[in-house]
């Protein structure tokens, strides 16, 4: 029994060896989990000590979550308004409501706050993809708690919701190793965004773990320093055997780029990409060979950090990493001539 200390749904899973999310789903009635292991969290939960609180009320009316996005992000087949849906969804579902509002580009230059932070029961909001560090500030000030999704700054002491974006870059170099090629290239402005810089880390140490020598002028940039605004892709002179691209998009791109000149993938050139997003399958249909990020555990864990701070508005959570995995496909394999 603990005493004197309130037990958390990570507490349960830690005793049990089982995911929050897993947890959450037993103690929730959710599907998922299997009955018998939905009855040991429960008896687990009850021998820990665990409160099963009822909202009152006024504690829903007081659910209400703010999510802000950057105008950048926000497009026509954009990811993270896909992300966005699936969060709002599992607000709906636990009995919260979402409220999202786009910064436009000049608001998060200037740190013009969020509209929605009129509502006075909007104590809690999610950042869903990466803002300016300034703007970060400005929202520190505020006092609310924040939550930073599927990005991480060590400057601030905000919980955040990350993919494992190093591990990612390092297996799908090592796959494209493993394939036979050894001349690999990076698609991606590793100073653009931090999840960029952390996937092409990931590239760059499984180079260094196999004294793989590094290019420079494999490096093909996609998009401006500073937002998320494309450029034009310059394909290198000579190119390598294949490429590690920082998101499916830029993977999109680049088959195109090499398409227009005559090569064939993986023929000539292989090519992997990253987060397999579906948003894209109707833009050449192509099968790429890409890590998938685990987006439905990482809003769980969202979610979940957020019905902690109910129970416990002082609770941190610090950075929580959700594994993906690699899909392979035909643009990353290896064709026999």
């Known amino acids: 029994m603990n005493q004197g200390k309130k037990v958390t749904m990570k507490d ?13 789903k037993a103690l ?30 006024a504690e829903q009316e007081n659910k209400n979550i703010g999510v802000i996005i950057a105008e950048r992000f926000v497009g026509d087949g954009s990811f993270y308004l896909t992300v966005c849906q699936k969060i709002l969804l ?24 969020p509209s929605l932070l009129s509502v006075k029961t ?61 001349k690999i290239g990076y698609v991606g402005n590793f100073r653009s965004t931090r999840s960029i810089l952390d996937r092409y880390m990931g590239y760059r140490k499984y180079l260094i773990m196999k004294d793989i020598p590094y290019e420079d002028s494999y490096l093909i940039i996609d998009r401006e320093d500073e937002g998320n605004k494309l450029v034009d892709l310059v394909l290198p002179k000579k190119l390598p055997d294949a490429f590690v691209c920082n998101c499916d998009t830029a993977a999109h791109r680049l088959i195109n780029a090499l398409k227009e000149k005559g090569y064939s993938v993986p ?15 109707a833009e050449g249909n192509y099968e790429i060979t890409t890590y998938r990020v685990n987006i439905e555990e990482m809003i769980y864990q969202c979610i979940n950090i957020i019905e902690q701070r109910y ?6 959570h610090g950075t929580s ?16 001539a």
């Open 267 to 281: 023929e000539d050139v292989a090519v992997v990409g990253y987060d397999d997003f579906d948003g894209l399958a």
């Open 311 to 316: 129970q416990n508005p002082d609770y941190r």
């Open 122 to 182: 909007v104590e809690q909001l999610i950042v869903l993809g990466e803002m300016d560090r300034k703007y970060l500030e400005c929202l520190e000030k505020t006092e609310k708690s924040v939550i930073l999704f599927d990005f991480e700054n060590e400057d601030f002491d905000f919980d955040c919701v990350v993919s494992d974006n190093v591990n990612g870059g390092y297996l799908l170099t090592r796959y494209l190793f493993k394939q036979g090629y050894e």
């Open 28 to 57: 929730a009635g959710k599907e998922g989990v299997g009955e018998r292991l939905r009855e040991e969290i429960k008896e687990k939960a009850k021998e820990l000590g665990y409160v099963f609180r009822k909202s009152t009320e």
């Open 90 to 113: 599992e607000m709906t579902q636990r009995g919260m409501i979402g409220i999202l509002e786009v910064i436009r580009e000049d608001d998060e230059k200037n740190g013009i706050l």
């Open 321 to 336: 990493v959700s594994y993906g995995r690699l899909i392979e496909r035909k643009t990353g394999k290896h064709t026999q």
């Open 12 to 24: 349960i899973a830690q005793e049990l060896d089982v995911s929050i999310v897993t947890v959450s």
